[in-house]
């Protein structure tokens, strides 16, 4: 019977690593539950953010600031803010 391979380990040492710069700035010390739900939110939300934004620009083809390509149906037409409503907050 063939064995199993570990997926999983693979599959993390696949994702990048997290520079400890980074995590400084995130987490600069101690902090409180509260301090901690706050920068998940927050990171949550520029997550978010960035991958609905990069979803958006493979759909269109193009990025935000380019001209839109010759035989482009879908354009960019402007930001606004939205609110989105859910349990978490």
């Known amino acids: 019977m063939p064995r199993k391979t570990n997926t999983a380990a693979a599959d ?3 994702l990048p690593r997290i520079p400890a710069e980074l995590l400084e700035q995130l987490i600069p010390g101690p902090v409180t539950p509260g301090q901690l739900d706050d920068i998940f939110q927050r990171f949550k939300k520029a997550f978010i953010e960035r991958a609905l934004g ?5 759909y269109l083809g193009y990025a935000p600031g380019q001209a ?11 930001k606004s803010a939205k609110r989105v409503m859910s349990t978490w907050r």
């Open 68 to 78: 839109k390509p010759d035989g482009a149906v879908n354009r960019r037409n402007g």
């Open 54 to 58: 990069a979803e958006m620009s493979h």
């Open 12 to 14: 993390k040492a696949a």
